[in-house]
Each structure stands twice: as structure tokens, then as C-alpha cells.
């Protein structure tokens, strides 16, 4: 039971311990990774729209600063150029003022001077604008041996060059470059989308010139999660002109490695807590459940002292008062032949009382001696010596030898034909069946009824002892095989102790059923072989 | 300016012993850069500005062709003509770069060779030549189907060069290694040289250009650009090539864009032939349609771009790429090339030209050109071609912009380059100044 006892403990402390270790960590890990989710997303909307800030915080700069430059063409540069040559202006001036774009355009859109499209002198403008949004324009720009269109943050001012009046138009090419240095910048993926240019104004690797049908999905929403080149994508948009968008992305896989570290790191934590949890679990139980364990043993073995001093204490109450009783009468009688004997010197009176007071002594010395064989055979029980036993047979001797105390007692027997012998003492079964048969006769007292009846049994036999005596109450049932526990005036309380003792020695139990007022049935179940003795 | 081979950076290396003043003197080496040089010294028709002038530097032909358009000898010493036998006599103790003297085995070994190589002036010939052989060890004996005009100029083909039996040439400089070596090929002067030692000692070769801005620019209209158009797909019919012709505007490429040139009416440049001013066309018709843009590696990058924008401006929709030498008009689109003739005489040069255009459009100008060719009388002939010529240019296929230096930048001091009527820079002369 000890050891039992210990297992179960280890047991439910290494529950408790993973429990204690491991549930929090996968609790703790979820709440993390959820919120963590969640500050990623708010973090990466918050990064995507401060890269949507800082590109159009660029974009404004340079339309300032093509506006400051192009002030200074058109008041220092201009003046001081004849009109002889203009063609050798745009690439002159736009040196001078590090203009990468520089145009000068004669009043009927004639080109007269490019930095960037030398090539158009003298050719009508071919350039396209977005209507709502004049300082982006679509420019013409010399690549190997033709042109490329580029988009342009760019700023117009009026001059006159000799006398002739032209239209300056300057700025800087939102190109690959420039949009490089700024996703560099942000730490994002900045791309243009222009319904003017056939494809995306990015960074050379940008997976966003991955996005091909971007035009369709950016108008929308202005946000969103798009797959580019295998990855997927967190964006945001920002129309700079109608057909114009200005587009931030910022790859999930960063936020999707972090919460997977996370993930993984917690799964980490769980193993490492659950290894621990065993191993503590381990030797916390051997160091709690030892003394525990010690501790219960001692208990029980504390209460099994208690019960046997308690046992004894009872057996000396009982033995005493079984003693006492007894003693008084001979005590009596012996006092009164002496005071006789005393009183009356013929001996006549003496003669007369001595056959009642010697009768009385042999009485009660013979009850002395009953209580002394029954203390007697409880402390010196023999072990059953096993043999073949019919049980009919043993059940016929009781009844027969019981039969001069059954006077009024209406007996009956119901013994199975066939039954198979079981393997025990014959003395001992005898004594077990006799010692319920006279405590049955001593609840009857005189009438009612006894049956005894015998039945095959899983392999066995089965023995049921039945009065219809007073019955007994549940606290009486539940001491009914407590030793020196009786309800009989002048029991010794030893009796269904015995049979218990006895039924338990060939392998069998007892059981009882009692109701009060109607009687009561002792069930005895020996088994077949084996007999444990 | 960097455009392609058609100029290359001559860059002085060494101080000058001597002044302009008091003429040339030997020594001294020059680096040149050139966008990229063959993968050895095979003689083979040379393309492009840089493939002539390394082709000058190394071999030797027999005869070139003179200022005036009379052949003149070089390795040969002389020829005759009897009825359709052609006599070239070598010049006694010329030698090869190996030292081997040039003899009559290796002139018909060569020429086989140059017979059957893809140059314009060996297709024209090799058709008519019946027969070649040494009579000699000087002297060589070529044998035509008829007598014909030409069959000696062809002979001044870079392609048409003498090499030894073990490949060496016979030009006034000497390779130092088969190929370049990295980026880098260095020549040597030849002592032996037909005309005598050149004067400079060496010139080094930097492929892929000199990293000196040159400081001076000379040269010569040698050449032609021109448009040469693919006749199928949008530009089938003449006003679609009219379209593409009137949109370019060759004086304004003159004035603009190229330096040195001039407005040009005629295919041939006007050191080779003069042609009668063209009277100008009709306004052009308006293009439409995308239209594909070859640039040839002679073609300055700003002129190229000029064009595009002329194009895209006349209603195309151009998209303009880089071509090589070999490549031909795209199907349904223009080529425009610096075209120099690889043989400085008319007909040879027209000839030329008719390989680019399809055959069904040229069977007139052939006509006329080998009636040309029979031609006796000078004058006769000189009438004939520049009716072939404006045969050729007739169809729209073939159209001249303008006639174009073949020029070169040097440093100053750098003196005595000259420029041969087939557009090779000749720096056997070239000497330093202070």
C-alpha cells in the first residue's frame, strides 16, 4: 500500500510540476505570439506609412529645389546666353545647376534645348503629364540609341533668351536609382505605378516588378497583402495623381521569421521546461515521497498500535467484567458458607447452605473456564491443514450437533446435490459454520427460523447462514468482525472474528446482509482450489 | 565623343625627338583604343573602322587604289594586261613579317583564299576568274572570263591581303602575340615594310578603348550613312520607305549631330564619287507603325538617337538597338550604318552596295553596273554608274543621309595620319611632335 502510495504520489507531483512548467510557457508563448502578430502588423502599417511619408517628403523636395534651380536658370543663366545657338543650353545650364532634366521649349512646344533627349532639337514636345498633377511628367529620355520614357518630378518657369521668350522645364527622374536610395532609406520596397509607363518605376530587383496587374488591385484599397516573386507582401499606396500611385511593400517573411523564431523558441522552452518538470518532478518526489511515504507507514502503523492497544484495552474491559462476573457469586457463596460455618458451630446450617453455594461455584467457575478455552483457541488458532472437504456434509454435522439448542427454532436446509468438495481444513470450516449457526440461534432465542443453504460457486461453494432474528443496526454491521466486539450479553466478541479469520485462512470472504426487525444472512464464499493456505 | 570604332583615340605616349616644323622622325609609340579587334590576323573583310585600321597596320595588299582612283602598286611591283590575262609582277626582296620573301606560291595561295571569303569585292570577282597561277616565283597570272574593269581594284580588298605559309602579313607593323592579351595587343614596327620603316616604334592597342580623352579631330567624308530599308511587312510599299526617308533630316544630322558631315544625295561618299546634287523629294509621307531600328557600330550614339527621335516624330513607333557589322535590315524595318566601301572605286563600291538591297530590287542596277564594267571608254563608264547609282537609290531601299568623316581623334602632336579613300587610317606615316 506504502508503495502504492508513493507511486500515485510521484505520479500526480510530476503532473502538477509539467503543469506548473509547461502549460504557462505555452500559454505565455500563445498570448506573445498573438500580440506580437499583432504589433508586427500594426508596426509594419505604421513603417509602410511612414515610407509613403518620407517618399512623398522626397518627391516635394525635389519639386523645391527644380523650382529654386529653375529660378536661377531663368534669372542668371538666361539673360547672360544670346540666341545664336540655343541647342548647347539645356545640357550647359542643367551641368551647371546639377539638373539632370532640363528642357527649353519654344512657345509652340518646339524643343530648342535637352539635356536628356538631345536628340529632340528641334522636334515638338513628345512628352506626356498627368493632367491632375503638372509636376509629374512623363519625359523622353536618350537610352542607347533611342529613348525610354521616364517619369519626372519636374518645375516650369518663363524666361526670355535674347529676346525670344521660352518656357524652362527642369527637375530630377524619379528613376531606378533615386527609388533605390530611398527603399534604402525606408527600409522598404518603394515602386511608382503610372497608368503613362508600361511598367513599374523600381528598384532593378524589386518584386515589385514582379506585380503585373498591379494597376487593378492598387486603385482600390490602397492596401494590402500581395505574393510577388514567391513572397508575400504587406503594402500600402498613395495616389500621387490620378492613374499615379506611389507604392510601399515590406515583405511579411520578416515579421513571419520573428513569430516563427518565437514559435519555435517557445516550443523550445516547453521541452526544456518539460524535461525539467520530469527531472525535478523525479527528484522532488524522491524527496517529498520518501518522507511522505515514511510518514503515511509510520501513520498507519501509529493507528494500527492505537487500534491494538485500543483491541487490548477493550479485551482487558471485557475480561475483566467476564471475570468479574463469575467471581462475585463464588466470592459470595465462599463468604456465606464461612459466616454459616462461623454462626452455626453443629454444622447443620452449613450442611444446608453448602450444595447451593458450591453448586454456584462450579457454575460460574465453569463459565471462567469457557471464557478462558474461547480467549484460549482465538490466540492459539491452528493453520488449516488442507484436505478434500465436502461442504454438505460439514453443514449436516453442524446442524446436527446444534440441534439440541435449535429447541422452538424452526431449521432449514437447502444443500445442493453435486456440489463439488472444496479444498480446506474440516475442523476449522466446521468450527466457522458452527460458530454462525450458534450465534443465529442465540439471535432467534428460541423462535423464528434458520436456513442453510449451499451452492456451487465460480468453481467453489457458496454457504448462506439466514435467521429471522432482530436484525442489525448499520454502525452494529460495521463492527460486526471488529475481535471483542458483541452485541450478545456475555459474548466475548470473538466469534465472527474467528470466522472471518477462518474463511480468510482457505482463501474465501465473508459477507453480511442485515436488516433490522427481519433478520440476518452470513454468506460464506470458498473457493474451488488454490486455497491460499 | 565615343562612338564606336569609327573613332579612335591615337594617344601620344612618349615625348617627340622632334617639331612639326622640321618634319618626321623615327621613334617614339602611340596607344589606341579600339572597341574590339578580331580574334587573330587572318586577312578577312573588314567591317568596321577598327577591323580596317588594324587590318592596315598588319597586312599588306598587292595594289591599293590612289586618291585619283587609279590602282597603285604596293607589294606588286607592276602588272600587265593581255586579252583576259592579268600579269602581277612582286617586287624582289619583300618579305613577310617572318622574314620569308613574298613570292609568286604565296600571292595564288592568298588570293585563293581571298576568293573564297565572304568580301563584297572577292563575290564580285571570283565569278569571272578562270584561271590563277605562278608563272613564277615573281610573277603571278590571273585569268578572267572577259576583259572588265575592276578586276585589279578588287585586288586592294583588306580581305585580298598576302600571308606567308605560316600566316604572318606583310603590314608596316608587327603583332607581338597571335590575339590580344588581356585587354591589351602591342605592335611593333616592320624594318622591311614595302615602303620602308615606319616611323613610329610601336603602338599599343587597348581593346575597349583609351581611358585619354582625345584632344583633336580630323577626317575625311570616306563614308555614307545610310538607311538601308527591309522592303516586306510595313515598309512594302515605297510611300511607307518614303515615310521613313523623308523623316530623317540629313543636313540637320550634318549640322547637329555629326560633326565633319554633310548633307549627301548620293549613296557613294564624294571622295570616291561625284554625283550630281539630288533635287530634293517631296514632303514625306506620315509613318505609322512600330517601326525596329538597327544601329550600326559606326554610327555615332547621339546620331542614332537623332534618327529615332526624327522617326518617332514622323509618326513611329521606333524601338532602336545596336546591330552588328554582319547583321542585316530587320524584317520590315531600317538599318542605319556608316557605310565606307571596302574597295575606293565606284563600281566595286556600288557593287557593294547592291549586296545589301534584295536581288529582285538591284537586277537593274547589276545591269548597269556590268555594263560598267565592260565599259572601255572612262567617261562611258563613269555615266553608267552614276545611272546605277541613282538606280540604286531609286527604290527607297538604299538611302543616303549624309556623307561622313571616317575620323579619328589624336593628341595633339601626333602628326602624318592620314585617311585613305577606303576609309583606313594609315599610321605607317604617323610620326610625334613635341
Known amino acids: 500500500v506504502t508503495q502504492t502510495t508513493a507511486t500515485a504520489f510521484r505520479r500526480r507531483l510530476t503532473a502538477a510540476l509539467i503543469a506548473v512548467a509547461v502549460l504557462p510557457v505555452l500559454l505565455l508563448a500563445g498570448l506573445v505570439l498573438v500580440r506580437l502578430s499583432r504589433s508586427f502588423e500594426r508596426d509594419a502599417d505604421a513603417r509602410l506609412a511612414s515610407g509613403l511619408d518620407a517618399v512623398s517628403g522626397v518627391l516635394d523636395?525635389?519639386?523645391?529645389?527644380?523650382?529654386?534651380?529653375?529660378?536661377?536658370?531663368?534669372?542668371?543663366?538666361?539673360?547672360?546666353?544670346?540666341?545664336?545657338?540655343?541647342?548647347?543650353?539645356?545640357?550647359?545650364?542643367?551641368?551647371?545647376?546639377?539638373?539632370?532634366?532640363?528642357?527649353?521649349?519654344?512657345?509652340?512646344?518646339?524643343?530648342?534645348?535637352?539635356?536628356?533627349?538631345?536628340?529632340?532639337?528641334?522636334?515638338?514636345?513628345?512628352?506626356?503629364?498627368?493632367?491632375?498633377?503638372?509636376?509629374?511628367?512623363?519625359?523622353?529620355?536618350?537610352?542607347?540609341?533611342?529613348?525610354?520614357?521616364?517619369?519626372?518630378?519636374?518645375?516650369?518657369?518663363?524666361?526670355?533668351?535674347?529676346?525670344?521668350?521660352?518656357?524652362?522645364?527642369?527637375?530630377?527622374?524619379?528613376?531606378?536609382?533615386?527609388?533605390?536610395?530611398?527603399?534604402?532609406?525606408?527600409?522598404?520596397?518603394?515602386?511608382?505605378?503610372?497608368?503613362?509607363?508600361?511598367?513599374?518605376?523600381?528598384?532593378?530587383?524589386?518584386?515589385?516588378?514582379?506585380?503585373?496587374?498591379?494597376?487593378?488591385?492598387?486603385?482600390?484599397?490602397?492596401?494590402?497583402?500581395?505574393?510577388?516573386?514567391?513572397?508575400?507582401?504587406?503594402?500600402?499606396?498613395?495616389?500621387?495623381?490620378?492613374?499615379?500611385?506611389?507604392?510601399?511593400?515590406?515583405?511579411?517573411?520578416?515579421?513571419?521569421?520573428?513569430?516563427?523564431?518565437?514559435?519555435?523558441?517557445?516550443?523550445?522552452?516547453?521541452?526544456?521546461?518539460?524535461?525539467?518538470?520530469?527531472?525535478?518532478?523525479?527528484?522532488?518526489?524522491?524527496?517529498?515521497?520518501?518522507?511522505?511515504?515514511?510518514?503515511?507507514?509510520?501513520?498507519?502503523?501509529?493507528?494500527?498500535?492505537?487500534?491494538?492497544?485500543?483491541?487490548?484495552?477493550?479485551?482487558?474491559?471485557?475480561?475483566?467484567?467476564?471475570?468479574?462476573?463469575?467471581?462475585?457469586?463464588?466470592?459470595?457463596?465462599?463468604?456465606t458458607l464461612r459466616r454459616v460455618a462461623e454462626e452455626d458451630a453443629s454444622g447443620r446450617r452449613l450442611a444446608e447452605a453448602f450444595p447451593d453455594a458450591s453448586t454456584t461455584i462450579l457454575e460460574e467457575l465453569r463459565a471462567l473456564r469457557k471464557i478462558v478455552d474461547e480467549f484460549s483457541q482465538f490466540a492459539r488458532m491452528p493453520a488449516p491443514t488442507p484436505a478434500a472437504v465436502d461442504v454438505n456434509e460439514v453443514v449436516d454435522q453442524v446442524l446436527r450437533l446444534y440441534e439440541p439448542r435449535s429447541t422452538g427454532v424452526q431449521i432449514r436446509t437447502e444443500l445442493a446435490p453435486g456440489l463439488p468438495p472444496v479444498t480446506g481444513d474440516r475442523d476449522l470450516l466446521s468450527r466457522a459454520i458452527g460458530n454462525l449457526v450458534s450465534n443465529a440461534l442465540d439471535a432467534l432465542e428460541g423462535r423464528g427460523s434458520l436456513s442453510v443453504r449451499t451452492a456451487a460457486h465460480d468453481g467453489g461453494a457458496r454457504i448462506d447462514v439466514e435467521d429471522t432474528g432482530p436484525g442489525l443496526r448499520d454502525e452494529q454491521r460495521a463492527r460486526l468482525f471488529t475481535p471483542y466486539y458483541t452485541t450478545k450479553r456475555g459474548g466475548t466478541g470473538l466469534g465472527l472474528a474467528i470466522v472471518q479469520g477462518i474463511v480468510s485462512d482457505h482463501g474465501g470472504r465473508v459477507e453480511v446482509t442485515s436488516t433490522p426487525g427481519r433478520g440476518t444472512a452470513f454468506t460464506l464464499y470458498l473457493p474451488g482450489d488454490n486455497p491460499r493456505s | 565623343v565615343r562612338n564606336s570604332a569609327a573613332v579612335i583615340a591615337l594617344v601620344l605616349a612618349l615625348p617627340s625627338p622632334g617639331s612639326p616644323a622640321l618634319g618626321p622622325s623615327y621613334g617614339g609609340r602611340i596607344e589606341i583604343g579600339l572597341d574590339a579587334v578580331p580574334a587573330g590576323f587572318v586577312p578577312a573583310p573588314a567591317r568596321t573602322a577598327g577591323a580596317r585600321l588594324l587590318s592596315g597596320l598588319v597586312h599588306e595588299t598587292l595594289v591599293t587604289v590612289s586618291p585619283d582612283g587609279a590602282p597603285s602598286p604596293a607589294l606588286a611591283a607592276g602588272w600587265s594586261v593581255t586579252g583576259r590575262e592579268l600579269t602581277i609582277g612582286l617586287r624582289p626582296g619583300a618579305l613577310f613579317h617572318d622574314g620569308t620573301p613574298i613570292t609568286s606560291a604565296d600571292v595564288v595561295r592568298s588570293l585563293q583564299r581571298f576568293l573564297r571569303s565572304t568580301s563584297p569585292a572577292a563575290a564580285w570577282l571570283a565569278p569571272h576568274v578562270t584561271g590563277l597561277a605562278a608563272a613564277d616565283p615573281l610573277r603571278v597570272v590571273l585569268t578572267v572570263d572577259e576583259n572588265r574593269h575592276g578586276v585589279l581594284e578588287a585586288l586592294a580588298a583588306p580581305a585580298a591581303a598576302m600571308t606567308s605559309a605560316r600566316g604572318a602579313g606583310a603590314g608596316p607593323f608587327v603583332p607581338t602575340t597571335n590575339a590580344p592579351v588581356g585587354q591589351r595587343l602591342t605592335l611593333v614596327h616592320f624594318a622591311h615594310h614595302v615602303r620602308g620603316r615606319p616611323f613610329l616604334d610601336a603602338i599599343d592597342v587597348r581593346v575597349g578603348g583609351s581611358d585619354v580623352q582625345p584632344s583633336a579631330t580630323t577626317g575625311a567624308r570616306l563614308g555614307t550613312l545610310l538607311l538601308v530599308i527591309d522592303p516586306h511587312g510595313g515598309l512594302a510599299s515605297?510611300?511607307?520607305?518614303?515615310?521613313?526617308?523623308?523623316?530623317?533630316?540629313?543636313?540637320?544630322?550634318?549640322?547637329?549631330?555629326?560633326?565633319?558631315?554633310?548633307?549627301?544625295?548620293?549613296?557613294?561618299?564624294?571622295?570616291?564619287?561625284?554625283?550630281?546634287?539630288?533635287?530634293?523629294?517631296?514632303?514625306?509621307?506620315?509613318?505609322?507603325?512600330?517601326?525596329?531600328?538597327?544601329?550600326?557600330?559606326?554610327?555615332?550614339?547621339?546620331?542614332?538617337?537623332?534618327?529615332?527621335?526624327?522617326?518617332?516624330?514622323?509618326?513611329?513607333?521606333?524601338?532602336?538597338?545596336?546591330?552588328?557589322?554582319e547583321d542585316v535590315a530587320p524584317a520590315g524595318g531600317v538599318r542605319l550604318i556608316a557605310w565606307t566601301p571596302e574597295v575606293a572605286d565606284p563600281l566595286l563600291a556600288l557593287e557593294e552596295l547592291a549586296a545589301l538591297a534584295p536581288a529582285a530590287a538591284t537586277s537593274a542596277v547589276r545591269d548597269l553596273l556590268n555594263a560598267a564594267a565592260r565599259e572601255p571608254d572612262a567617261d562611258r563608264r563613269h555615266v553608267l554608274i552614276l545611272r546605277a547609282e541613282a538606280a540604286l537609290r531609286a527604290g527607297s531601299i538604299l538611302v543616303p543621309i549624309a556623307a561622313v568623316p571616317v575620323g579619328f581623334q589624336a593628341r595633339a602632336g601626333v602628326q602624318g595620319v592620314t585617311v585613305d579613300e577606303a576609309g583606313r587610317i594609315r599610321l605607317e606615316d604617323a610620326w610625334i611632335a613635341p
Open chain 1, 61 to 335: 523636395r525635389m519639386e523645391a529645389t527644380a523650382t529654386a534651380k529653375l529660378t536661377a536658370v531663368a534669372e542668371e543663366d538666361a539673360p547672360a546666353a544670346g540666341r545664336s545657338d540655343m541647342r548647347p543650353l539645356a545640357d550647359e545650364w542643367g551641368r551647371r545647376r546639377d539638373l539632370p532634366m532640363l528642357e527649353i521649349v519654344a512657345p509652340d512646344g518646339t524643343i530648342l534645348s535637352s539635356r536628356h533627349w538631345p536628340a529632340g532639337y528641334g522636334l515638338e514636345e513628345q512628352d506626356v503629364r498627368h493632367p491632375d498633377a503638372p509636376r509629374f511628367r512623363v519625359e523622353k529620355v536618350a537610352e542607347g540609341y533611342g529613348a525610354v520614357d521616364r517619369l519626372a518630378v519636374v518645375a516650369e518657369h518663363g524666361a526670355t533668351i535674347g529676346d525670344v521668350p521660352v518656357l524652362l522645364r527642369g527637375g530630377r527622374f524619379v528613376d531606378e536609382s533615386l527609388l533605390d536610395e530611398v527603399s534604402r532609406l525606408t527600409g522598404t520596397e518603394v515602386g511608382i505605378s503610372s497608368r503613362l509607363i508600361d511598367r513599374w518605376i523600381a528598384r532593378p530587383r524589386s518584386p515589385l516588378n514582379q506585380w503585373h496587374d498591379a494597376r487593378s488591385a492598387i486603385g482600390g484599397p490602397l492596401e494590402g497583402v500581395e505574393t510577388l516573386a514567391g513572397e508575400s507582401f504587406r503594402w500600402q499606396a498613395r495616389p500621387l495623381a490620378e492613374g499615379l500611385y506611389l507604392v510601399v511593400a515590406l515583405p511579411r517573411s520578416s515579421t513571419a521569421g520573428v513569430l516563427g523564431g518565437i514559435g519555435r523558441a517557445t516550443i523550445l522552452a516547453a521541452l526544456v521546461a518539460l524535461a525539467g518538470a520530469l527531472l525535478a518532478a523525479s527528484r522532488l518526489a524522491r524527496r517529498i515521497a520518501a518522507p511522505v511515504t515514511e510518514e503515511l507507514a509510520e501513520s498507519r502503523e501509529r493507528v494500527l498500535q492505537a487500534e491494538r492497544v485500543a483491541a487490548w484495552r477493550e479485551m482487558a474491559r471485557r475480561l475483566a467484567h467476564e471475570l468479574k462476573n463469575p467471581i462475585f457469586p463464588i466470592q459470595l457463596s465462599v463468604e
Open chain 2, 238 to 325: 515605297e510611300d511607307a520607305r518614303r515615310a521613313v526617308r523623308g523623316a530623317v533630316d540629313g543636313a540637320d544630322l550634318a549640322r547637329n549631330f555629326w560633326p565633319g558631315a554633310a548633307a549627301a544625295g548620293s549613296l557613294l561618299p564624294p571622295a570616291i564619287l561625284l554625283a550630281p546634287p539630288v533635287p530634293p523629294s517631296a514632303p514625306p509621307a506620315r509613318g505609322s507603325g512600330t517601326l525596329a531600328l538597327r544601329v550600326g557600330p559606326d554610327v555615332p550614339v547621339a546620331v542614332g538617337q537623332r534618327v529615332a527621335a526624327l522617326l518617332g516624330s514622323a509618326g513611329f513607333t521606333v524601338r532602336a538597338s545596336a546591330a552588328r557589322p
